[in-house]
């Protein structure tokens, strides 16, 4: 074997990475999450000497080594490290080749490519050269002929002789340092001593001007925001976004760009630039100023804030050709410099090399960390404003509900993960912790474009990583596609010591996502679905002969709560019962369901549930009555109640309770039952 020598379009490196920044993963659950090598390949070079001797260089992404089966009858394979080769000597002919990858942890994938051996010179040789679409000064070249196995591509560039090489049918790539007209020469090789060649003057190219938007800014509350430029955001009125302050005669132009009907601020041969407020703002609650920058050939941008009171300070960027780059200045780093923030009615920007080159501007603002002001008790239902924030290719905004046939929430928590990291998620953080304990029941309606999308849930404290501390990460998996669904997680691992601040969400731990739709999912409605577990005091009434009180709970083996609810019927009325009252209306709707723990003194008897509104009887509205029987005696089991009747223009905020409905009990222990944790699920 000998180590590559050819000039490859990609090197892959594998690296392992012990930690990940913003969440805790001090363990090596990664390697049971990683995956098998992707993009695998070989590339082909044959010597030309009519000996059939045949150079194979195997790549892949996340590969360390490969098993090479050449495709004659060769019985074994050939395995190699990743960048190595192999070489065999072929009979003329055609084989299929086959390359299994390996990653670290010993996953594999494999894939077959076509190999023709042939001591005839290539012929009929085409050749596709062009310019790539989205890398600026880039050419591609495909190359096909018959009884070629590779090509050898010379893009003519003053002082680089070395080809860059391919498989015969592929496409390779090459970056000019600058535009302009070469000389491009193909170079088709088989495993004969004769080759064959194409040559072409091309003129490369210099992509000028975006060709995709800059990323879409996040959901903020509008106290957050002054917006200048910005088609997210209310921009401040009647601004000026091309002052005539002289800079024309200075070479720079202005126009509005249209991007597909995304416009952006295009300031042409940029020397300086002003844009010019109606009124002053006042700029000394806001923390940074941001802005969304795409050039070919502005290397930085000044940028200054100007004040009525003391003039001007600017700050200066650096940018990156060909792509966008997203600029947040410390509005600290303008004050720091002795500038009054209080009253400033202008910017400007300063190009190097001065009108030299083009600069794109959008999403031009200026913003704070939320001033969202919340505590952990939930329901959280994304109608108000929360602290947000996402972390290794997370994203997540609050957005239109897309779907309110399921669920008739106006505005729901959109969910997306990008190409990051495999635990790339996101998190609610909140000013006072939530209140969880062992065992909490955390309800979350969720929408997924799939069934089978695995939705991991935890909460963590208010440390920052590597310190984080964390309960355990519940994962439970959506069941249906495209419709809202309610999710259940029991939380666990929760200590009793720490105050968590953060709730943190991820989907499809383990696999990277990518940001499509198939990636994006909403969220709603996160909510406790234990709201009655008798541990604390509640409002509670009987009528009619019932009786209900909390009390130590006699059967802990079943139900290890201290405390919880017993109910008595005695001698009166047939419908005699007890109802649990709140100062806030119960959350339920249709088709609501709600579980509730009974320790019953024999199997079959019939608990009878309802919700009733605040008016006083007989004016009093209820749900309809949902009756389920015990199946077990003197043992805690749990019983499920769907609830029906709901009237939407209700509140209710009465919990009725009715044992053996239609019978007159006698106050007897065969009358007596336990109650405990009443939940919504």
């Not at 938007?213 to 910005?230: F, G, M």
């Not at 339920?588 to 003194?601: D, Q, R």
Request: charged share 20%; net charge negative.
């Amino acid at each position: 074997m000998k180590t590559l020598k050819y000039i490859l379009s990609a090197i892959v490196l594998l690296t392992t990475f012990w930690g990940c920044e913003e969440d805790n993963f001090d363990n090596l659950d990664f390697v049971g999450s990683a995956v098998a090598p992707t993009n695998v390949s070989a590339l082909f070079g044959a010597t030309q000497d009519n000996t059939g001797l045949v150079t194979i260089t195997p790549n892949g992404e996340g590969a360390v080594s490969y098993s090479i089966y050449y495709g004659d009858d060769t019985p074994e394979a050939e395995t190699v490290s990743q960048g190595e080769s192999t070489t065999h000597t072929y009979a003329e002919g055609s084989y299929t080749v086959k390359i299994i990858a390996y990653g670290v942890t010993g996953k594999s994938s494999e894939t077959t490519l076509p190999l023709e051996v042939s001591f005839n010179a290539p012929e009929n040789l085409e050749v596709t050269i062009a310019n790539d679409e989205a890398v600026s000064k880039q050419v591609n070249v495909t190359a096909n002929a018959d009884y070629a196995i590779s090509f050898d591509v010379y893009f003519g560039e003053e002082g680089n002789d070395d080809p860059v090489s391919g498989n015969i049918g592929e496409t390779v790539s090459y970056i000019y340092a600058e535009p302009g007209t070469y000389t491009i020469r193909v170079v088709a090789k088989g495993g004969a001593i004769e080759t064959t060649e194409y040559t072409q003057e091309f003129e490369a190219v210099a992509i000028v001007q975006p060709i995709a938007s800059a990323a879409t800014p996040p959901t903020r509350n509008e106290v957050d925001v002054i917006s200048i430029y910005s088609s997210k955001y209310t921009n401040i009125t009647d601004v000026n976004y091309n002052p005539d302050w002289g800079q024309s005669g200075q070479g720079s132009g202005y126009a509005e760009f249209d991007l597909n009907g995304d416009t952006m601020l295009q300031y042409i041969n940029l020397s300086y630039q002003g844009i010019q407020f109606s009124a002053a703002e006042d700029l000394t609650s806001m923390e940074y100023l941001h802005m969304d920058v795409w050039t070919a050939d502005v290397e930085t941008l000044e940028t200054s804030l100007i004040s009525l009171t003391n003039g001007e300070n600017p700050v200066v960027s650096e940018l990156t050709a060909d792509q966008w780059t997203s600029i947040d200045i410390p509005i600290s780093a303008f004050t720091d410099q002795g500038l009054t923030v209080a009253d400033i009615h202008q910017l400007k920007f300063v190009g190097t090399p001065w009108a030299g080159g083009t600069v794109f501007i959008d999403n031009l603002y200026f913003y704070r960390a939320s001033t969202a002001q919340i505590d952990g008790s939930l329901p959280i239902n994304f109608e108000s404003a929360y602290l947000l924030s996402s972390f290794d290719g997370g994203v997540i905004s609050t957005v239109q509900n897309p779907d309110t046939s399921g669920n008739p929430s106006a505005t729901v928590l959109e969910l997306v993960k990008g190409d990051g990291q495999t635990w790339a998620g996101s998190k609610i953080t909140v000013e006072d912790p939530y209140d969880v304990s062992e065992n909490t029941v955390v309800t979350m309606k969720v929408w997924s474009p799939r069934a089978g999308l695995n939705v991991l849930m935890k909460f963590e404290d208010a440390a920052a990583w590597p310190d984080t501390s964390a309960t355990d990460e519940i994962t439970v998996a959506t069941t249906v596609a495209n419709a809202w669904e309610e999710l259940s997680f029991t939380v666990t691992g929760v200590d009793s010591s720490l105050d968590y601040y953060n709730l943190v969400l991820i989907m499809d731990n383990g696999t990277v996502g990518d940001g499509s739709n198939d990636y994006t999912i909403y969220v709603d409605d996160i909510s406790i679905a234990s709201f009655l577990d008798f541990e604390e005091d509640y409002s509670m009434s009987s009528f009619d002969g019932g009786a209900m009180a909390t009390v130590e709970n006699p059967d802990t083996s079943g139900n290890t709560s201290a405390t919880v609810a017993q109910l008595v019927k005695g001698a009166g009325q047939t419908w005699a019962g007890s109802k649990i009252t709140v100062e806030e209306p119960f959350d339920i709707e249709e088709g609501t369901t709600i579980k509730i723990k009974v320790w019953s003194p024999r199997a079959g008897l019939n608990l009878l549930m309802k919700f009733e509104d605040a008016a006083a009887w007989p004016d009093t509205s209820a749900t309809d009555e949902i009756a389920v029987a015990t199946t077990v005696a003197n043992t805690w089991e749990e019983l499920t109640y769907t609830i029906t009747g709901v009237d939407s223009s209700l509140e209710y905020y009465n919990l009725v309770l009715i044992m053996d409905n239609g019978t007159v009990g006698d106050g007897s222990s065969d009358y007596t039952i336990y109650v405990d944790d009443i939940s919504q699920n």
